[in-house]
């Protein structure tokens, strides 16, 4: 498990273009923590950092959002095509069901990115990259990156 804290938004985002980098496809980034944690502004570093144009928008009442990758904004050895973004806010884990979500997550040209996925955590697969935000401060987060739930 790593514990970061950041100091704004920016920090954030500077965190999660760094994992972008380290993405190859097929990877499952689910984000936990309440409301104004930094789940989302995290998310839209990822989509960034992956190469995808914005503008970005909070998926909470769109449930999904599917985004193409850019290819000429990537890396040689990488082909992902696709970067979807859920927010489970409002919805179950049979409404994420029926999306598809067996389908697409963990395809391996996509990069699926869920916030509050301690709510569908039961059709989460292992292996999930886990990361929980945690409210300090006005602009204090802390973010802890597990390589499993609960770990
Ligand atoms: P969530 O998706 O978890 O509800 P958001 O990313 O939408 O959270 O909102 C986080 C809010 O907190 C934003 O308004 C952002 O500008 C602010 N904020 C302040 N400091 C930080 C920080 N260190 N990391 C992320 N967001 C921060
Ligand atoms: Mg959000």
């Given at each position: 498990m790593q514990k970061i804290i950041t100091q704004n938004s920016k920090q954030t985002e500077e965190l999660a273009k760094l994992l972008a980098m380290e993405i190859r496809g097929g990877e499952i980034i689910c984000l936990s923590g309440?409301?104004?944690?930094g789940k989302t502004t995290f998310a839209q570093g990822l989509l960034e950092g992956l190469g995808v144009e914005g503008p970005y928008t909070s998926p909470?009442?769109?449930?999904m959002k599917e985004y193409e990758v850019?290819?000429?904004?990537?890396?040689?050895n990488l082909k992902l095509l696709k970067v979807y973004h859920i927010d489970t806010y409002r919805v179950e884990e049979r409404d994420i069901l029926e999306l598809g979500w067996k389908d697409f997550?963990?395809?391996?040209?996509a990069v699926t990115i869920v916030e509050w996925a301690e709510r569908i955590k039961d059709i989460v697969p292992a292996g999930a990259l886990w990361i929980h935000f945690s409210w300090k401060n006005e602009n204090e987060r802390e973010i802890r990156i597990h390589s499993q739930e609960n770990s």
């Open positions: 309440d409301l104004g944690a909470t009442f769109a449930i850019n290819l000429k904004f990537q890396i040689s997550s963990g395809k391996k040209n």
